[in-house]
């Protein structure tokens, strides 16, 4: 992949961080490693629906994955990547 492909993809990446919905979803994500849309709906105070589109918007980045039990879907970081980033994020505005 070209050099500026690279810079086009990490930009779009950071886009998706730049929303604080996504975020609180991803930092819930991070403290209690895996929710359901409705926890996460009763955790954050926010609609099902909202949480859902944002979800989408989070699993297209492959920022999140989900799995499937029975009839519900429960969403977890997808890696420890994503725990990293949130992590230096944390530790950056910290300073």
């Known amino acids: 992949m070209k050099l500026e492909e690279e810079l086009y993809e990490l930009a779009d990446l950071f886009k998706v961080f730049g929303d604080s919905t996504r975020l609180r979803i991803l930092y ?3 403290e209690q490693e895996e929710y359901s849309v409705f926890g996460l709906s ?6 099902q629906s ?3 589109h944002q979800l989408k918007v989070l699993k297209q980045a492959r920022l999140v994955k989900s799995r499937r039990d029975g ?3 429960f969403y977890s970081l997808d890696d420890d990547h ?4 949130i992590s230096m994020g944390r530790e950056h505005i910290e300073e």
């Open 42 to 47: 009763d955790t954050l105070q926010m609609t």
């Open 82 to 85: 994503v725990r990293t980033i």
């Open 28 to 30: 819930a994500l991070f």
């Open 71 to 73: 009839k519900q879907i």
């Open 50 to 52: 909202a949480i859902s």
